[in-house]
């Protein structure tokens, strides 16, 4: 071995470089691993000309007055577009590009009035001399980060995962995994080079950068998040929440390794987002919004905001950068959504283009023609049928379309971008699709149901308003049912069975306004025809078939929907020639069994308080309107059921609107 072992390194011993344990590492019992040292940074060539140093800096303290000028030796501006004055130190430029310094992997966009009046090479000095200063400040230290406050607070010290490292042919197994389930959605890697990293690294671990350390295990992680217990169990001999458990600390531990928060590294930047994507399920609303507006602070130092090809990049790095930018965009979204605060990066902040239609195999690093956008489908057609419809909403001027939008005064009004988003991506992406095809059915069936469901979402105002014709909830009707359609059909298609993943998700977010509104359409009883009312409770039937946490779970939104959904049974069922579905009788046992639960949880409890105070109850038990109280609320306590807790008995999407948003704001559908 060429170097010494990272723990001798550290210990400022001296190190026989024997491989697998070297002498020192074995006589003390110590863990051994190998670790390749950073390049040497190039040493800066020293400038002959003193005379031209003296004349950079006396530039640059004049330009923030900080020498007195003499206008015999200051260099004429006369004729040269002049910056808006502002004070903000950060003030973008509409007129005039920030600048990009890229060098050996990394790169770091600026676009600050402090640094704007250097040229390239000072700005690039500058750059090296913080990171040289930053590597001089991490060298010494192993088990405090100090320097790095939020990653000391995140994960704590740096630790080898040599152990957390899988077999050649495990990782080869999980790497499949992740190009065939999880990829094609979210095309963050170049599948190609990848497969070289992958199939090098995972051989000799010990030989891994902090950076490929981190995108393998983001790819383990993500592998496993998007497989089934019964495949983990069959593959991999482990359950599923055991490897996600390890793979998640591996990732967390390596990006911690990698210093993240100070990352510049392109790969760095693309484990951390292929950690967060499916970290949704794992960390609370808040924090997840904390951790994704870090990702987009990040992007931001690196420039992604700002157009590679603008910037005079290399035609490889261009199309990683935006792919890349159009997984932090709806990732910043959904966490904004999820926690009830704003978007991070607002549409008019940056002018990166959305990445071009074409297959990995058309570009490679250090290609220098662009590449040429294919006109049918490619692997990119999922994102950019994705970003299509985003891209056109968020030019409307708004973030997205919700009931309170200030901009339209009606439905009527968002009809035509909606309409606008409906062609584009009809014409551009959904046309070439074959239905044959998994991921060509999920970009049809996404595409379709997004559209729809902005149309449910900005017309269900009428219906909270109580303003709604009978036309109308018939339009909103067929709406819904549209969309629960696509949620059955892509249960139905076996081959959509890898991406059940993110079908799960899109079930949390696009669907429950159709469910409550077919319910209580049910409910109601004067909108269907007695075919149409059938076909609505197949439909229904069909939802519970498929989610079965619609039973399961405990969440006040999950409970409401079933004591919605009995009421409208009973109020409005199926003709008697269609027997009592089994999601029904389930539902009338699951309430016949809490119903006498919370009878005897009352009886108890009123005796015990009753034994405490020395008095004797009348009734045994207490109001209705303490049952609330005694079940621990209707986010942690309440069993299976909502009783006389919420009114049902009208129609209140202001209540089902509350629901909804609670349980987004609780991190929505968990997934192991």
Not at 41 to 70: C, F
Not at 85 to 99: C, D, F, V
Request: glycine share 6%.
């Amino acid at each position: 071995m060429s170097y010494t072992c990272h723990t001798c390194a550290t210990r400022k011993v001296k190190c026989d470089k024997v491989i697998p344990i070297c002498s020192s590492c074995r006589k003390g019992k110590l863990e051994c691993f190998y670790q390749a040292p950073p390049p040497r940074r190039r040493k800066r060539k020293l400038s002959g000309d003193v005379n031209e140093r003296l004349a950079r800096y006396e530039r640059i303290l004049h330009h923030h007055g900080l020498l007195p000028q003499d206008a015999d030796t200051l260099p004429s501006t006369e004729g040269t577009p002049q910056d808006p004055i502002s004070l903000r130190l950060n003030e973008p430029l509409s007129s005039r590009m920030g600048k990009l310094l890229a060098s050996e992997g990394k790169s770091r966009y600026i676009d600050s009035s402090l640094w704007r009046p250097l040229q390239d090479d000072d700005m690039q000095r500058m750059s090296d001399d913080e990171e040289e200063e930053e590597d001089q400040v991490g060298a010494g230290v192993t088990e405090d980060f100090t320097s790095d406050p939020f990653t000391g607070a995140f994960m704590g010290s740096q630790a080898s995962l040599l152990y957390c490292h899988p077999t050649h042919a495990d990782a080869m197994m999980l790497w499949k995994t992740h190009s065939e389930n999880v990829e094609p959605i979210c095309k963050v890697l170049h599948i190609p080079s990848t497969l070289n990293m992958v199939e090098m690294v995972s051989q000799q671990p010990e030989m891994a950068s902090k950076a490929d350390e981190c995108v393998l295990f983001a790819i383990y992680h993500f592998a496993v998040f998007s497989m089934t217990e019964e495949e983990c169990v069959k593959k991999f001999g482990q359950s599923r929440a055991t490897l996600l458990q390890r793979y998640h600390f591996a990732t967390r531990q390596a990006l911690v390794n990698a210093s993240f928060l100070k990352t510049t590294e392109m790969s760095i930047m693309q484990a951390l987002v292929l950690f967060l994507l499916p970290c949704r399920f794992s960390y609370d609303p808040h924090t997840y919004w904390i951790l994704t507006g870090i990702a987009v602070r990040i992007g931001q130092r690196m420039g992604l905001h700002r157009d590679g090809e603008k910037l005079g990049l290399p035609p490889f790095d261009v199309q990683m950068r935006r792919r890349l930018f159009y997984q932090i965009i709806p990732l910043d979204g959904v966490a904004s959504q999820i926690s009830g605060t704003g978007m991070a990066i607002w549409p008019e902040s940056w002018d990166t283009q959305e990445p071009l239609n074409i297959n990995d195999d058309q570009i490679w690093p250090g290609m220098t023609e662009n590449p040429e956008a294919q006109s049918g489908a490619t692997e990119m057609i999922f994102c950019l049928a994705r970003s299509c419809v985003g891209r056109i909403i968020a030019g409307a001027g708004r973030p997205s379309l919700v009931a309170d939008s200030r901009q339209f005064k009606d439905y009527n009004e968002i009809e035509p971008v909606i309409a606008k988003a409906e062609r584009e991506v009809e014409e551009k992406y959904i046309r070439y699709c074959d239905i044959v095809n998994p991921l060509h059915f999920l970009t049809i069936g996404s595409a379709r149901s997004a559209i729809t469901a902005m149309r449910l979402r900005v017309r269900l105002p009428k219906v909270r308003n109580r303003t709604v014709t009978h036309a109308e909830r018939r339009e909103l009707f067929q709406l819904s049912q549209k969309i629960i359609d696509t949620d059955t059909a892509a249960y139905a298609h076996l081959s959509v069975k890898k991406y059940l993943w993110h079908v799960i998700s899109f079930w949390a977010w696009g669907s429950w306004d159709s469910l409550i509104f077919i319910l209580t359409s049910l409910w109601q009883s004067d909108l269907l025809e007695p075919e149409e009312t059938d076909g609505a409770w197949s439909r229904v039937e069909q939802v519970y078939n498929n989610h079965s946490e619609l039973l399961e779970s405990k969440r006040a939104l999950q409970i409401a929907v079933r004591r919605l959904t009995l009421k409208a049974w009973d109020a409005n069922p199926a003709r008697p020639s269609v027997p009592e579905p089994a999601f029904i009788t389930r539902l009338r046992s699951l309430r016949k069994l809490n119903s006498e639960s919370r009878a005897e949880r009352q009886n108890n409890s009123a005796t015990i308080l009753d034994a405490k105070m020395g008095i004797v109850s009348p009734t045994g038990q207490f109001p209705a309107g303490d049952t609330n109280t005694l079940s621990g609320g209707v986010s942690g306590g309440m069993d299976l059921e909502i009783d006389n807790d919420f009114n049902l008995d009208t129609t209140d999407w202001m209540f089902w609107d509350q629901l909804i948003q609670d349980y987004q704001a609780q991190g929505g559908q968990h997934r192991g």
